[in-house]
Each structure stands twice: as C-alpha cells, then as structure tokens.
C-alpha cells in the first residue's frame, strides 16, 4: 500500500516566514507526503516572488498565483492590473487571492469591490480560477461573483470560515471550498459545515504561514501541516483519511487544471 499524497492548494510559501529555512520546509513536507503546493500571492511584487520559487527545480511540484489582496486594493491601478496581466501571461495558475475584507478594512471597500471586479474578469479573460478571500464581506462577495462572468467550477472559497448561509450559497452554485486548519481548532462550527460540501468540491490548505492547526496552534505553520486539516476532514465527515487525502488532491489538480506527474 503507498502512503497517501498530498495537495496544499493555498500557502505563502513565498512570505518573508520562510526566508531563513524554506528548503527544510519544503522537505519536510515532502516527508509528510506533501506532493503539490499552490503559492499564493497577496500583490503583484508578491507573486513575482512566489514566482521565483516556482523556477527552481523543486519537489513537491510548485505553482504560482497572481492577484491584488483586499487589503492591498488601496493601490489597485492600471499599473497593478497590467503587472498582474503580466503575471497571468508568465504562468500564474489562478488570480487570486481576491476578495473582500470588511473585518479590517484595510482599503476602502469601495476600492476594493472594484478591485474584486476587474480580477474576477481578467480570470474570465484568462480562463484561470479565482481564490477568494471574504470576511464580514458575505453578500457582497456573492453578489460580486454573482455579477461577473466567472464559471462556478472556477472559483474557491478559501479558508473557508463563513456562515452555513454562505456555505449553502456556494455549494448551490458549484464553487469549491477549501477548509484550512482552522477545522481542528475547537471554537471553529467545523462539525456541523464540513459534511456539506460535495466530496468534490472540497479542498485543503494550509494557508502558511498562518492558522497553523492543532497541535501546532500558535506557531509558524507550514504545507506539511495540511496532513492535519486532511485527517480532521476526514473525521468530520467519517470518511477514510487516505482517501480524502487523495479526494482532495485530485480536486486540486482539477481545480487549477494541472497536469499530474503520477
Ligand atoms: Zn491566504
């Protein structure tokens, strides 16, 4: 029997975080069986250095997003969009991550549901997924994806921490969910949402360097750290935890469209 692999679909692998042992954090999660991660970008200057990793021979295979955060959307200019357009045409394999952030508000919410459009149609225009980021931002979120051009097997809730109300929204209109460790933390109404997304439409992440998951609570997290949100997936859904290792993975490489070295 071969030991399970498995699909980070979202980390910054790229963040400043790793920049002192990142080779030891990619083989550690090649230890754990981490056979695929997504890089997410946060700016256009972020994705180019998600980018520069995606250049080096590297196993787990790598990928890369380009795409303006709603933190970020202050800055969202032509400029922004031809750099990210850039990005698209240099292999960026989602736009992302977009969204809305009114928890924090760190741009005018104006600004970033222009910001939000105008990604979710150059992701049209590229026939690339979108990973969106949304909080305290619900009816706007759907209303944005709603209104654009956007296919619904193109578009993930990421770290997935909305209401069941949101939940069933996306799951009624076929987007994915990816749920990150959060799942394993006791005050997250885990339980209760993960069994209702489709077995296909579900995704695992860590999101690294945040929200690492029990027992790593607190501390750095990395992609190796995605075998637990896998297992507690798994239990909150009384399935197999090698299967939904490899269910995940597979929904990965069709989520982004990838080709498989296996
Ligand atoms: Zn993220």
Known sequence: MTAPAYFDTHCHLQD???SDDRAAVLARARAAGVSEIVAIASSPADAEEARALTGEATDPMLWFTAGLHP?????????????????????AVAVGEIGLDYHYDNSPREMQRRAFAEQLALACKWDLPVIVHSRDAEDDTLAALAESDIAPNRVVLHCFSSSKRMLDCGVERGYYVSFSGMITFRSFPAAELVPRVPEERLLAETDAPYLAPIPHRGQRNEPAYVVETVVALAELRGADAGHMADRTRRNGFAFYRLARRD
Do not use: N, Y
């Open 71 to 91: 933190h970020e959307a202050s800055v969202w200019e032509p400029a922004t969009k031809q750099a990210i357009e850039r990005l698209l045409d240099a292999g």
């Open 16 to 18: 400043p975080a790793f």
